[in-house]
C-alpha cells in the first residue's frame, strides 16, 4: 500500500502540473493485483472508469474484492455492467457491492483483443510493477496496442537488491 500511494503520488503531480483531476479520468491497469491501486483512487478520487487487464484467475479475484471493499460495479469481458447480481457465467457482470456508484471493468488475457477491437477509452495506462515482469512479446503487445491510446503513463517497475 505504501508503494501505491507513493507512486499515485508521482501521478498526482504530473496531472497537477498540467491542471487535470484523477477523479475525471478514465484508467487502463496492466497486472492489477488485488486490486488495490483501484480501491486507493477510487476511494480517494474516485474515476471516470477503471479497466484492468490481467489473467484470468486474478480478474476474478480483483472483482470480489473491489466490489466488496469499494462497493464498485465489476464487469469480466464487457465494456460496462450490464446487470447485476452473482454468476458463474464467463462474461456476467457481478454488482455486490454497497453502490458506491464505480464501475470497473476486468478484462482477461483471452479477451484482450476483443477488448482492443472495441476501441477502449482511456486516459491514464498504470503499470506498476507488473509490466516489467512480462515477456518480451507480450511487454511489446501492451506498448504497441495500449500505450499509443492513453495520454499519461505511471510505469513503475520491482528492482530486486542482491542479498549480502
Given at each position: 500500500t505504501c508503494r501505491h500511494v507513493m507512486h499515485l503520488s508521482?501521478?498526482?503531480a504530473a496531472l497537477r502540473d498540467a491542471r487535470?483531476?484523477?477523479g475525471s479520468l478514465a484508467e487502463v491497469e496492466i497486472g492489477g493485483g488485488y486490486g488495490n491501486m483501484?480501491?486507493?483512487?477510487?476511494?480517494?478520487f474516485g474515476f471516470r472508469g477503471w479497466t484492468v487487464l490481467d489473467l484470468p484467475f486474478m480478474t476474478r479475484?480483483?472483482?470480489w474484492y473491489l466490489s466488496r471493499a469499494l462497493g464498485a460495479r465489476t464487469a469480466f469481458n464487457l465494456d460496462a455492467p450490464?446487470?447485476?447480481g452473482d454468476s458463474d457465467g464467463e462474461d456476467q457482470a457481478v454488482c455486490p457491492g454497497e453502490g458506491s456508484g464505480l464501475e470497473v471493468r476486468l478484462v482477461d488475457t483471452r479477451h484482450l483483443n476483443m477488448w482492443l477491437a472495441r476501441g477502449p477509452e482511456a486516459d491514464v495506462l498504470v503499470a506498476t510493477?507488473?509490466?516489467s515482469e512480462l515477456s518480451l512479446d507480450d511487454f511489446y503487445w501492451y506498448y504497441m496496442h495500449v500505450l499509443p491510446r492513453v495520454r499519461w503513463l505511471l510505469y513503475a517497475y520491482s528492482t530486486?537488491?542482491?542479498s549480502r
Open positions: 508521482a501521478l498526482m487535470e483531476e484523477i483501484a480501491r486507493l483512487v477510487g476511494r480517494t479475484l480483483q472483482g450490464q446487470a447485476c510493477s507488473s509490466w530486486v537488491w542482491p
